[in-house]
């Protein structure tokens, strides 16, 4: 038997960036099958990216920090798109800013046809932010499918870890009976990208079946 074939965790060979966006009408259009990823602003998204694909820049191909907030979308290996939606909660824009960013993500999320799931990143050091439970508890009313993914795994030692994951499930259980699927990974060590990417694998051969 050859083991190989079997464990050989998927590889991405050759990302590309497609398009900004700046709304759901302006997304490139595509069948294939696209993962949105989305957290808190400095939750570690750019490098988790950067991580998954094996480029260093990915991520930050087209961002303007600070100013435009668009959807990035990258095609993964011609088999499903990866779309790297602008970060929630930064302190310094208005509520003005806010509230169109809302909009823009509802928008995406209820018009955009070939999305699979969300997501959503949370940071691993800090305990679970009420604009995280709040866009989850959004998500999950909306039906919308999606995972956790804690990030900066490598920050944390395994009490606080277990500490976060269980105030999150505390949390969680007050509105869900089932928990979603949690990843935990770390841009710096690598951790998770396997899992992540076997997720997006499967989910895709499932939908193709
Ligand atoms: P974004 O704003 O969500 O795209 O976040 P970035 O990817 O720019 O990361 C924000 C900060 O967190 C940067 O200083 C990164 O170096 C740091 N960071 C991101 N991921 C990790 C990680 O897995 N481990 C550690 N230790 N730091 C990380």
Redesign the pocket.
Known sequence: MNFSLIFTPMKIQSPTFVASASSVTQCPKSDLPEYAFI?????????????LTGRKKL??ISST?GKTRLINHFNIDGKWLLADLP?YGYAKVSKKQRDSFAVMIEQYATVRENLVCFLV?IDSRIPPQQIDLDFIEWLGDSKLPFVLVY?????VSQKEKSQTITQMHKELSEYWDEMPLMLE?????G?GREEILNFIEKTNSKMSQ
């Open positions: 957290g808190r602003s400095n939750v570690g998204k750019s490098s988790l990216i950067n991580m991520a930050k920090p970060g990143l990030t900066k795994i490598d920050k990974t770390s841009a710096i060590k951790t």
